[in-house]
């Protein structure tokens, strides 16, 4: 529910507060986590990636000489100008 929502008095807001900390005292672990989260944010989530079977990625950079770099920036300017005249 949102302060908005709740009149200028909040009375449905902090009715629904009570509520929650009478669940959370009384042992309730949903309403003791949605305390948390509120006062603390939610914890973030460890993520981890790795390649197949947990080897590590292998990242292949391809070696350009110049005259190979100044064409495929060449190519990609062309493209981007094309793409932005279709798009106005």
């Known amino acids: 529910m949102e302060l908005a929502a709740a009149g200028k008095d909040h009375k449905a807001l902090r009715k629904v507060a009570k509520a929650l900390i009478t669940k959370a005292s009384d042992g ?20 981890e990636i790795g390649g197949r079977d947990g080897e590590a990625i292998q990242v292949q ?9 100044v064409r495929a920036l060449a190519a990609l300017i062309a493209k981007t100008k094309s793409e932005a005249s279709r798009n106005g």
């Open 61 to 69: 950079t391809p070696t350009l000489t110049d005259a190979e770099r």
């Open 28 to 47: 309730d672990v949903s309403a003791i986590k949605e305390i948390g989260d509120r006062l603390d944010g939610r914890p973030t989530q460890a993520t």
